[in-house]
């Protein structure tokens, strides 16, 4: 899977809505296509970073998400996190276990990244595990208290989903998960702590 390639020099433009941009890409030795959405928008890095470590905030955002459980606190900012998401009848849930972590991306962006690791638990029956995924999310700081927000993604749901379906769902995801960020990052009654842990591996201003 040339995930890394595709993220790089192969992105074509889809759409532009609600200042959102949505662009994909063909993946190597596979019909199913890795997504990315970018926006911008006036918030605080710190602000950010304070709300991807709320997981317990994620069923507001990420779309389509049914649960979450955070397996594994690790060093270095790392995480196992194992999400249930819906999908359509008849197809079952979904499971995915991801492994996350905190890094800095360029002259002064900050990036999550996420890939899979689906046998860090036994698969739940009910519902159908997720094997390869792969995804990062880049903060970075623009002027005018700006940031530009880039989400990448590439999701193998299963054989049993046709491509051409998986494709059209996973259009969804980034715009949709996009949206409902700015949207909670906007909201003056939601005030995630900031984790003070972050201060130890990466700065980032109180801006």
Do not use: C
């Not at 972590?101 to 046998?119: Q, R, Y």
């Amino acid at each position: 899977m040339d995930f890394e390639g595709a993220r790089e020099n192969n992105w074509e433009f889809r759409v532009e809505h609600k200042n959102i941009s949505i662009y994909s890409a063909r993946m190597r030795n596979t019909p199913l296509l890795g997504f990315k959405g970018i926006i911008a928008f006036p918030v605080s890095l710190r602000r950010l970073i304070s709300l991807f470590h709320d997981t317990g905030s994620y069923k507001r955002w990420v779309h389509q998400l049914s649960s979450l459980k955070v397996l594994e606190k690790g060093d270095h900012l790392e995480y196992v996190i194992h999400q249930v998401i819906n999908t359509p009848w008849p197809f079952p849930k979904r499971e995915v276990i991801v492994r996350t972590g905190l890094d800095t991306e360029g002259d002064n962006g900050i990036a999550v990244t996420m890939k899979s690791e689906p046998d860090y638990i036994p698969a739940n029956p009910g519902n159908f595990r997720i094997r390869e995924t792969y995804g990062k999310w880049i903060f970075e700081p623009q002027e005018n208290d700006v940031v530009r927000i880039t989400f990448i993604m590439y999701v193998d749901p299963g054989k049993d989903v046709p491509p051409p379906m998986s494709n059209t769902a996973m259009f969804e995801v980034p715009f949709y998960s996009l949206q409902n960020l700015r949207n909670l990052a906007f909201d003056k009654s939601y005030n995630p702590s900031y984790p003070e842990e972050v201060d130890e591996y990466i700065s980032i201003g109180e801006g």
